[in-house]
């Protein structure tokens, strides 16, 4: 008997399936380093033959609740689900927090008769994690307080295709132990990378997050240095990262911040510093004049946009992961009925 050919998309559901067993990206630590390269293959793919995952969310429908403003994270979900042939709800929830009119879980059950995926942006990680506890649908974290998942894996997925093996290369964070770097960090433990995060006194890391990941490290190999000393961070780094001084929900430090981050400054004379090969970081929004001047943003070293363009390539991977094919946790059981 001849069987049918298989196709590449459904080749490329089943290297999904294969790859992701966790039901949720809420945080880095869901993943482990199986999990993180299966992503970045998957999005490898994605990137070189987009078409051939036109029809990999056919049918499926997300929605997706903001309580923080965004360009790239709403954008690369609207455009990732479209191209993979699914549709999307975009709710503007920055009036408001999420569970301000109901509960959260109540929301959840709602949602889970009629989406087969959540992507939520939130002040409070626990908002994130609630959903994910309450709705039977997979629910990705598309900024919290404390984690930037979606973003974290796609910085990383810049760095493999800019320098291949991800073991090899150390990146200096440089900045505000915020969520972006909570994530970058951990991320780093789990793929066994070397990573220097290089902070005010007071502005480092949350204390869990760094226990977490040097737990991680303990079995992976990687290297973690929480320093002070921006020019100590980032020696011979492969890469510079910062982000904003002053994060989303604490604009009231603003002024605070103002005056304790300027010697973080990503600038020339901090970035002559790092390797020759060295480029620079930025999740964006950046403050160009503040934590990066336009010389280095601007500077052929500068792989922002291509960070920003991986975010489609690795959401894609992502949902496919989660929400593809069969992939879905809709319904189990009926524990409402
Ligand atoms: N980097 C990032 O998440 O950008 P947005 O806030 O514009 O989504
Ligand atoms: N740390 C920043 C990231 C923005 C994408 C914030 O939370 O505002």
């Known amino acids: 008997m001849i069987s049918e050919p298989i196709s590449s998309t459904q080749m490329a559901h089943q290297a999904a399936a294969a790859i992701f067993p966790c039901q949720d990206l809420v945080s880095i630590r869901d993943l482990g380093a199986a999990e993180i390269n299966g992503i970045f293959s998957l999005a490898t793919r994605l990137k070189s033959h987009p078409a051939d995952f036109r029809t990999a969310l056919a049918g499926k429908h997300v929605a997706m609740f903001f309580e923080k403003p965004s360009l790239r994270t709403r ?32 929301i959840a059950h709602n949602l889970e008769r009629w989406v087969s995926g959540i992507v939520l942006r939130t002040f409070a990680h626990s908002t994130v994690q609630g959903m994910a506890s309450y709705a039977r649908v997979p629910v990705i974290n598309a900024l919290s307080d404390l984690e930037h998942p979606c973003q974290a894996l796609a910085d990383y997925f810049t760095l493999q295709q800019r320098f291949g093996n991800l073991k090899k290369i150390c990146l200096a964070y440089v900045g505000d132990g915020n969520n972006v770097a909570h994530s970058l960090l ?3 433990a789990t793929i066994g990378s070397k990573i220097r995060i290089a902070t005010p006194q007071g ?16 079995h992976t190999g990687a290297t973690i240095e929480l320093l002070t000393d921006p020019r100590e961070a980032v020696a011979g780094a492969d890469a510079i990262y910062t982000d904003a001084w002053t994060s989303m929900g604490h604009e009231h430090e603003e002024a605070e911040r103002a005056r304790i981050f300027p010697p973080y400054q990503v600038n020339d004379a901090l970035v ?17 004049g503040e934590e990066i001047t336009n010389e280095v943003m601007d500077s052929p070293r500068s792989v922002v946009f291509d960070q920003a363009e991986s975010r489609l390539h690795v959401q894609k991977a992502i949902l496919i992961s989660l929400l593809g094919g069969e992939n879905t946790r809709m319904p189990v059981r009926n524990a409402h009925a």
């Open 75 to 106: 954008l690369t979900f609207e455009a990732g689900v479209a191209g993979l042939g699914g549709s999307i709800s975009f709710v503007d929830q920055t009036s408001g927090r999420l569970d301000a009119r109901e509960t959260l879980s109540d």
């Open 186 to 188: 951990l991320t780093a």
């Open 203 to 218: 502005y480092g890391p949350d204390v869990q997050i760094v226990a977490d990941a040097k737990e991680i490290a303990r």
């Open 272 to 288: 002559a510093g790092a390797a020759p090969h060295a480029v620079f970081m930025h999740c964006l929004p950046a403050h160009r």
